[in-house]
């Protein structure tokens, strides 16, 4: 059973990765092709894994000089990273959840990768070498499911660098179009910066949840007033019990919630509301967001759930990081690096969408996490399990990536369930 399912496993990759590559070339299809089977097959970035999965009848080091070669391909990054955007955007509905993130590629032992830069690291909290990775991801309030749409590697030390503000505001007008306008931005205090909501509120398109640093003033009955003595002064006659898992630890919160209709002082004509959160700290929970507010339970409750929900963008990253080592990337030139970060979002978006997303793909997603076989069984966060199965099957079935037939067309989204 497992050949069978790693067959077809191979057949899907090879099928994606030519739908990704749609006007590439043969060349950039195959090379595509075999990093996505290398990166899932290996479940890391280092150029010698993905050379070993493909099995090639040629020296090691022949493989690995040609996909370093096929790694510096200029624009690659950004042709990927459109044909995601195209693929993803179908999944987006006009209130899904858009998770705008920064997280760091911390390389604190590199010196000779290239525009190396000063990052805060996460995980140590410290200021250590690396780079910085842009990430949005697609979510439903009330669903596990999530698609990957942007994951851009960048550097404040690179020659083509604006500012950290046109980096969030590129990556938000892309899936604006991309979506057509569908979608809300939520993201954390990092995203409470003026430039950011004059741009948002300057054409009036861009809907989104930010959450507060509290010094901000907003206008609140005609007067200005800060965001946190607003927030202490709000009554919050609503009720829940949450349950936030940090570092494998379940904690439970009791909060209380309500809200202000407010204005920003810089856009007066622009209706905002203020969506206060007590209970999680010694300080609210501050969310300015676009979405109409009103007394009612539940259209306040969905707000406070489209926020909470954000916290699992930092699952994802770390999906991203641990199932691909991401942190182990060795190659040293800037052009290479990006290619590889948008590489990885090929390999997640696989995983996480386009292999288990599908009515006909269930039955191998299942076969494919069974084949993980984790001792405390498949967690809620599944895209762990999908990829431990997926690196499990292709290692068993080795063989490298599938080859076409140029005198046969595979259809395997119609032969999937056939010989299962």
């Known amino acids: 059973m497992i050949h069978q399912v790693g067959h077809k496993l191979r057949g899907q990759i090879s099928q994606f990765s030519g739908k990704l590559c749609q006007g590439m070339g043969k060349v950039t299809i195959r090379f595509v092709s075999e990093m996505v089977y290398g990166i899932q097959a290996r479940g890391s970035v280092r150029l010698s894994e993905v050379a070993r999965s493909l099995e090639e009848s040629i020296s090691l080091k022949k493989v690995i000089d040609r ?14 990273s459109h044909s995601i955007l195209r693929e993803g955007s179908s999944r987006i509905q006009d209130n899904t959840l858009l998770i705008l993130d920064l997280t760091d590629l911390s390389k604190k032992y590199a010196r000779k990768m290239e525009y190396l830069a000063r990052v805060h690291d996460g995980s140590d909290n410290k200021i250590s070498r690396g780079y910085w990775i842009n990430t949005v991801v697609g979510a439903e309030v009330g669903s596990s499911q999530i698609t990957p749409l942007v994951h851009k590697l960048y550097s404040q030390r690179a020659l083509d660098f604006i500012s950290e503000n046109h980096e969030i505001k590129s990556a938000v007008h892309q899936v604006l179009e991309a979506t057509g306008g569908r979608g809300i931005f939520v993201i954390d205090r990092g995203g409470d910066r003026k430039e950011l909501y004059d741009d948002f509120l300057s054409e009036g398109k861009a809907r989104f949840i930010i959450r507060q640093r509290g010094d901000r003033h907003l206008i609140y009955r005609g007067r200005q007033i800060s965001c946190e003595d607003l927030a202490h002064q709000c009554k919050t006659p609503y009720a829940e019990t949450v349950i936030r898992e940090k570092d ?16 920003l002082p810089g856009h007066p004509d622009r209706k905002l509301w203020l969506v206060v959160v007590k209970g999680f700290g010694r300080k609210p929970l501050m969310l300015l967001t676009t979405e109409p507010m009103r007394p009612n339970r539940q259209v306040i409750w969905w707000a406070v759930q ?14 991203i990081k641990q199932s691909y080592d991401l942190e182990d990337i060795r190659v040293l030139t800037y052009e290479r690096l990006k290619n590889m970060s948008a590489l990885v979002l090929a390999a997640s978006f696989f995983a996480s969408v386009y292999l288990g997303g599908k009515a006909k793909l269930q039955i191998l997603a299942l076969n494919v996490m069974n084949a993980a076989q984790r001792i405390f069984g498949i967690p809620d966060f599944r895209y762990y399990a999908l990829a431990d199965g997926i690196k499990t099957v292709l290692t068993r079935v080795g063989k490298g990536v599938a080859r076409q037939d140029k005198r046969q067309k595979w259809d395997y989204q119609l032969s999937l369930l056939k010989d299962l």
Do not use: C, D, M
């Open 248 to 263: 494998g630890q379940e904690k439970p919160f009791f909060i209380q919630f309500g809200f202000r209709p407010v204005h």
């Open 306 to 319: 489209a926020y909470v929900i954000r916290w699992k963008v930092e699952e994802t990253i770390r999906f």
């Open 67 to 80: 996909l370093s070669r096929n790694l510096a391909r200029l624009g690659l990054a950004r042709e990927i």
